[in-house]
């Protein structure tokens, strides 16, 4: 679709991820509103409204006169998940639900969802392709899951045209440091030292800016369920090691026990097929190397 002139809506405009969707989207002439729950404004052209997904009376006619809704809202962390599960459920999966709702009433044309490679839990073969099974191997993953199946739900009883994007390990410069690769580079500039815990796991890593391009691109042109990925896994140890040697060869690294996680829920290998999303003609544009590179140079 051409985007000029599209209404769109982004829940989590304001978050690492929704940023940059926001800012290509506007850059191609979409009018943009963003959802936010304090009632502060972000950056940029983009209209504000105020509510809460997990309060289904403050979203009311949310949706009407839009075109195409991204939801990226939640709580996208595993740990946080693990420490308080009711609240994740509420917001990532009932939250979920209720903007659905709005946009079933409201006549949108599309509902784009972003889920997370996390629903696969442990692989059961590599690299993973859409028909894996999910797996939940903690509240975050289990949330997304029953999102998923709300979001199949709607589309199967409603006819609401939408997408399933499950990103795997986004990274790029304004990214949350609890996240690995903001953290290390933070404690690698902070700190004179590098603390990690289990560093055996490996990742597929994207550069956020091509993972936004995808998300427009299967808005565009793709329905169901699609990986968003690399196609490529690096180990923890790795990026940790290319982080290290970017900033200064010589920082320590060093193992921090109260950093590991606990291996019922630790995932050891995450790589995706991406020939899905590749058929919609994309492609990855920055490299791994690269996108470290420019991550590290937008850190103060």
């Known amino acids: 679709m051409a985007w000029k002139d599209k209404r769109v809506l982004i829940t989590g405009a304001r978050g690492f991820i929704g940023k940059y969707l926001a800012a290509d989207l506007l850059r191609q002439g979409a009018k943009v509103t963003g959802l936010t729950v304090d009632g502060s404004a972000g950056e940029g052209a983009i209209t504000w409204v105020t509510g809460d997904i997990t309060t289904p009376a403050s979203i009311k006619g949310l949706c009407r006169d839009v075109d195409v809704v991204f939801h990226l809202a939640a709580i996208s962390n595993v740990d946080a998940s693990i420490r308080d599960p009711v609240r994740t459920l509420n917001t990532n999966t009932f939250g979920t639900a ?46 997304k899951i029953a999102s998923e199946q709300i979001v199949q739900a709607y589309g199967n009883a409603y006819g609401l045209d939408y997408a399933i994007l499950r990103p795997f390990n986004v990274f790029g410069a304004g990214q949350d440091p609890s996240f690995l690769i903001p953290g290390v580079i933070q404690q690698a500039l902070k700190n004179g030292a590098i603390k990690v815990g289990n560093t055996d796991p490996t990742r597929d890593f994207l550069y956020v800016e091509d993972c936004v391009r995808g998300f427009i691109c299967i808005a565009d042109r793709g329905s169901g ?65 690269e996108g470290l590179a420019r991550t590290i140079r937008a850190n103060p």
């Open 98 to 143: 209720s903007l659905l709702e709005e946009s079933r009433a409201g006549g949108v044309k599309k509902f784009v969802y972003v889920s997370s490679a996390h629903v696969y839990g442990v692989p059961q073969y590599l690299p993973i392709d859409e028909r894996h099974p999910v797996v939940p191997r903690e509240p975050y993953a289990a949330s």
């Open 225 to 289: 369920v699609f990986n968003i990925g690399s196609g490529m896994d690096w180990s923890i140890a790795s990026v940790v090691q290319k982080i290290r040697d970017l900033i200064d060869p010589a920082i320590p690294i060093v193992s921090d026990e109260s950093r590991m996680r606990a291996g019922k829920v630790e995932i050891p290998r995450l790589c995706a097929d991406i020939s899905k999303l590749r058929a919609l003609g994309w492609k990855p544009d920055v490299g791994f190397e």
